[in-house]
């Protein structure tokens, strides 16, 4: 008896020095993050980038995202709520981290998008048909021309920015600056420059809430 307690004491001892260890490597890779994003605000913030919002918020959330990603769609009405339950207090701006494959294609067409005013509604489309156009976790860029016939897109516009050198450079950009802020999955978040210290929508919200008490 008195070994099986032994045995017990040291497993409960391991595993909480397992857990110690893993919040000081989460805590340690928040902190570096956060200190790359303080170093590279340029690559976290672009005046062009799409944004949601009072631009005097003081709170901004940037999200890097993929349109092909699952998680992303899922993310996307639960940010919108938060930003609602506190009209002019947060912002959002989206960069692009189009990871999953075809998706490049998918993200030049929401940047074409953005230039005639169409972006939110283009990306709602997008995220609404997702399961149109992303087949075994692979965009298919010529399956979302249906979602898009009712949002009063100029089509010859459209197809000409998307072959734009212009429309290429700004998602040639937002791929070299996620890269620069380390940026591996979708979606990533940033709160007033600070990354999520463990990811999911609670952590954000936390986060939000934490910058939100701040600016009373």
Request: charged residues 20%.
């Amino acid at each position: 008896m008195k070994q099986k307690n032994i045995f017990i004491a040291v497993v409960v001892l391991l595993v909480l020095v397992f857990a110690a260890g893993a919040f000081m490597f989460n805590q340690q890779q928040a902190q570096q993050a956060a200190a790359l994003a303080a170093q590279n605000q340029a690559a976290l913030v672009r005046a062009d980038a799409p944004t949601f919002g009072n631009p005097q918020a003081p709170v901004h959330i940037v999200e890097f995202f993929d349109p092909a990603c699952g998680t992303c769609r899922q993310f996307h009405p639960l940010v919108k709520a938060l930003i609602a339950a506190h009209p002019d207090k947060i912002r959002l701006t989206w960069r692009y981290a189009p990871f999953h494959p075809g998706s490049d294609a998918v993200v030049k067409v929401l940047e074409a998008a953005r230039l005639q005013g169409q972006f939110e509604a283009t990306l709602e489309a997008l995220f609404d048909g997702q399961d149109a156009w992303v087949i075994n976790h692979t965009a298919d860029v010529q399956r979302i021309g249906p979602l898009l016939h009712n949002l009063g897109l100029d089509s010859d516009r459209l197809q000409k920015d998307f072959n734009s050198p212009d429309v290429a450079a700004v998602v040639a950009r937002d791929l070299a600056d996620a890269q620069t802020l380390n940026v591996t999955k979708t979606p990533e978040y940033f709160v007033n420059g600070q990354p999520l210290p463990q990811f999911g929508f609670d952590e954000l919200k936390q986060l939000v809430d934490a910058e939100l008490a701040q600016h009373r």
